[in-house]
């Protein structure tokens, strides 16, 4: 799903920069004008933005001053991705620099300056070994800002596309090892009802990481529990997940109604088109708003490769089928094939969320989940300076982080 040729072509003039003992500094303050401002409340126009040092200067009223002139297209806050297992035929579990750079790569593309390479359930070892790998690729790569952990403690019962040979529950033995590499991990999926869970939720809140709830059979109170020890977001809501069911004589509510009626929890939503319906997308934009929902794509490395390529996923065959990534045999879902800007485009198309509010679900909201509220997620003064530039049909025309133009690169 890469982006039409003519968005590629589409350049504006670049700023100098100049090196420094080895670090970029802009020589002058770059000013990005005539663009039609993406804010939380709205769409605003005659504003520009000043960058300098990397971040977000000032946001005034247009001046007459040499500015980038964006041409009356959107200027958006780039987009923040929690869940990204990988793209262009490389996933997240190869622990290799130029896999992670293919990933962002591909990914910036879509207007994402900010993303969360994603485990699958696979041996601790291994597990441990990526977050070794990504800490190493962080420094040059500034759109990974982290591991989110999907797995292995998730439930047996929904494992989904997750390989269940090595799902394991989260006691001290298993996670003894990831804790020592909690730097670098900014969010962990997990089943709320497996032994230990509710000790490793504190523990990670503790620490300042995101928990979410995810590959789960968890009863109501079950969740209430997990709750009330710090888990606050759902992982690609309405897929492998516990939902209503009978006890007895009563129907209980599983993960799926405690997370949509409780207002302190974000929902992650896969607004592909092809893991859930557009009418389930509307239930749970109704339920939420525009502040509940977290837009994430869930790519994997079949994203961005033609029809009918076949590709391996933790060492499950998959194959990219109409807009999708399945399991080889058919059976299932294995992932989506998006980009950020396929599904924010689908929540606007399909859904009818209006366009700021979508931009809302892709930036702000996921800042704030995992802690970032206060550098990403937003045009305003002190912010990180990442943008993506939108023409009227909502195609990725230019991504920029930290000031610097990644897509188009200057080799495209």
Same mark, same amino acid.
């Given at each position: 799903?890469?982006?039409?040729a ?12 100049a090196i ?12 990005? *004008? ?11 126009d005659?504003l ?5 040092d ?6 005034r ?9 964006l041409r ?7 987009f923040i991705d929690l ?5 262009a ?5 190869? /622990?290799?620099?130029d896999?992670s ?25 291994e597990?441990?070994n ?5 800490r190493?690729?962080?420094a ?5 800002v982290?591991v989110?952990l999907?797995?292995p ?28 590499? *909690?730097?670098?991990?900014k ?7 497996l032994?230990?869970?509710? &000790?490793?939720?504190a ?13 789960t059979d ?6 209430r529990?997990?709750?009330?020890q710090?888990l606050?977001?759902s ?7 516990s939902?209503a ?8 509510a599983?993960f ?6 409780e207002p ?7 607004a ?14 109704r339920?939420?708003?525009? $502040? ?7 790519a ?5 490769l ?7 996923l933790?060492?499950?065959?998959? /194959?990219?089928?109409?807009? /999708? ?19 924010? $485009?689908c929540?606007?198309t ?6 700021h509010e ?6 702000g909201?996921p ?12 045009l305003r003064t ?15 025309? &230019? ?6 133009q ?7």
């Open positions: 799903m890469m982006p039409p003519h968005a590629q072509r589409n350049e504006f003039p670049a700023f100098p920069y420094i003992h080895g670090a970029r500094y802009r020589q002058t303050p770059m000013i990005l *004008a005539n663009a039609r401002l993406i804010l939380p409340d709205g769409v605003r005659g520009e933005i000043v960058v300098t990397d971040l977000i200067r000032e946001v009223e247009r001046t007459t001053g040499p500015a980038i002139d009356g297209n959107y200027l958006a806050p780039g869940h990204v297992h990988g793209g035929g490389h996933d997240a579990m190869e /622990v290799s620099g896999a750079h293919e990933i962002c790569r591909f990914h910036a593309s879509g207007g994402t300056t900010s993303l969360l390479l994603t485990t699958m359930t696979a041996p601790i070892p597990i441990v990526v977050l070794a790998e990504v190493k690729a962080a040059p790569l500034r759109q990974i982290g989110h999907e797995g403690f998730i439930s047996r019962e929904r494992p989904g596309a997750q390989r269940p040979e090595f799902i394991c529950d989260p006691l001290p033995a298993a996670t003894k090892e990831l804790l020592a590499n *909690a730097d670098v991990i969010r962990v999926t997990l089943a709320a009802e032994p230990g869970a509710l &000790q490793l939720i523990e990670l809140c503790r620490r300042g990481i995101s928990v979410s709830g995810g590959h968890a009863w109501d109170e079950q969740v529990e997990a709750f009330d710090g606050r977001s992982t690609h809501t309405f897929n492998c997940m939902s069911r009978r006890r007895g004589v009563r129907r209980v599983g799926l109604e405690f997370a949509m009626s302190e929890i974000s929902c992650e939503l896969i592909d088109g092809h893991h859930v319906s557009a009418t389930l997308m509307k239930l749970l934009y339920a939420k708003g525009a $502040r509940g929902i977290c837009l994430v794509t869930d994997i490395a079949g994203a961005g033609p029809e009918g390529t076949t590709f391996q933790g060492g499950r065959q998959c /194959v990219v089928e109409n807009g /999708v990534c399945l399991l080889a045999d058919r059976s299932a879902l294995a992932g989506s094939a998006s980009r950020m800007i396929d599904v924010v $485009r929540a606007v399909l859904v009818g969320i209006p366009l979508a931009i809302l679900m892709a930036t909201n800042a704030r989940a995992i802690g970032l509220e206060g550098r990403k997620g937003a002190g912010a990180d300076a990442d943008f993506v530039v939108l023409s009227p049909e909502l195609e990725v025309l &230019q991504t920029y982080v930290a000031g610097e990644i897509y188009p690169s200057s080799s495209s």
